[in-house]
């Protein structure tokens, strides 16, 4: 396989999944300390992050394994509460900027690229106490936590992410209610989050191109999570439509208010006021952006940031009982083929990847796409035979190769 010349090969991590030291050197709680701590049937074998990985003692071990892969690119994110222990700039922790310029300087020292991403689902406590994401209060925290370390360490980070998987975020915390805070809003939560994610995006987007961009001449962007989706039945009119709407909520609902026209595309609106009606609301449980607001979102991102795992498949099923939900207001069923390999959740579906990046090139002209995930993950114990890990990537760099994008990373 011959990549093109500045392909990036890069790995990644999250704060809250490898750091530890969750109350060291000042650190404050985030939500995933206070949810894992309450352990109960919602909290894996009663795990947390605690130790985890324990990279923040053990960074250089980490460093090693880099230079060993021989990485261009590291992605990590910073932990909120680390930096700004109740989430905002009244009380700045040294310790925790000292953590994360000792991981910048070596990764640059070394000829490795740092992404960075600012949020990571590790909301600093303090903040869901007053509302989290489902307050409007949240996207002036956001820019300015955004501008704290654009300002601290955007003279040497180049490539930023605000927010990660923002589509997967709003719906697993405030719709479902699986991730913290752990309260489902069913039909309603998951929107409104989702509202004040993208404009808390698009904020912190504005403030670093009129404060920080001529100087540090840096990429600002948001990574959206998405399963390919395909129709069950390809000769099904009913099934093509349902894949197509599902798409226009998984990846869509974020995607074009961002890099198209600053607002939701019409299927999105038009299933969501239909249903809203039909369930006896006054007005469509999805929020409306103002045409300022649109004027505010659109064109907010500098790259497409874009996290790919697996595929599914798509089935209409009609809502006839009216449910609330996100996945209700779609009007599908969605599963994997029989006949794919899986480990957990994860099907092997490599050209999965390739149709969704065709996707994007023709859906939202063209862009510089980075691949901030992708991978497969082991079963437990971890086997040392590992061809299928092995097999999964190089079908996926093969897909990689017949698509002839502009720069992929990870």
């Not at 497409?304 to 209700?328: C, H, P």
């Not at 996707?359 to 497969?376: H, L, M, R």
Request: aromatic fraction near 14%.
């Amino acid at each position: 396989m011959a990549f093109p010349e500045g392909f990036g090969w890069g790995a990644a991590t999250a704060a809250y999944q490898v750091e530890g030291g969750w109350d060291a050197d000042g650190k404050g709680p985030c939500v995933w300390d206070t949810f894992t701590h309450q352990g109960g049937e919602r909290v894996f074998k009663n795990q947390t992050g605690d130790v985890a990985c324990g990279s923040y003692t053990l960074w250089e071990e980490d460093l090693k394994c880099i230079k060993q892969l021989g990485l261009t690119h590291y992605r990590f994110s910073l932990s909120w509460s680390r930096l700004l222990p109740d989430g905002t700039t009244g009380f700045i922790n040294q310790k925790g900027i000292d953590y994360y310029n000792k991981i910048i300087d070596d990764l640059l020292t070394n000829g490795v690229t740092p992404i960075v991403t600012l949020y990571h689902f590790d909301l600093p406590q303090a903040l869901e106490d007053q509302g989290g994401w489902l307050s409007e209060s949240i996207i002036e925290i956001f820019d300015k936590y955004a501008q704290f370390c654009f300002s601290t360490f955007g003279d040497r980070v180049k490539q930023w992410i605000t927010i990660n998987e923002a589509n997967v975020l709003s719906m697993m915390a405030y719709d479902l209610g699986t991730f913290p805070p752990g309260i489902p809003h069913c039909g309603t939560g998951g929107y409104q989050a989702a509202h004040n994610l993208i404009k808390a995006h698009a904020r912190s987007w504005h403030s670093y191109d009129s404060l920080f961009r001529k100087e540090q001449k840096g990429m600002v962007s948001i990574s959206l999570f998405v399963t390919w989706l395909e129709p069950a039945d390809p000769n099904s009119v009913s099934d093509q439509e349902a894949a197509k709407r599902a798409i226009a909520f998984h990846l869509d609902f974020f995607a074009k208010p961002i890099f198209i026209d600053g607002d939701y595309p019409e299927v999105v609106k038009s299933q969501i006021a239909s249903m809203s009606q039909k369930q006896g609301y006054p007005s469509s449980r999805l929020p409306e952006f103002t045409e300022e607001q649109k004027r505010m979102i659109k064109g907010t991102a500098d790259f497409f940031a874009v996290q790919y795992y697996t595929t599914r498949l798509i089935k209409y099923q009609e809502n006839k009982k009216g449910e609330l939900g996100i996945l209700q207001d779609v009007e599908i069923e969605y599963f994997p083929d029989p006949s794919w390999k899986n480990v957990d959740w994860i099907y092997v579906v490599p050209w999965g990847v390739r149709k969704l990046l065709k996707y994007i090139k023709d859906a939202y002209n063209n862009p510089v796409i980075y691949i901030t995930e992708n991978g497969f993950p082991q079963s437990d114990p971890a086997p040392l035979d590992d061809t299928q890990r092995w097999e999964y990537f190089r079908q996926t760099f093969q897909e990689l190769l017949k698509g002839k994008h502009k720069k992929t990373l990870k």
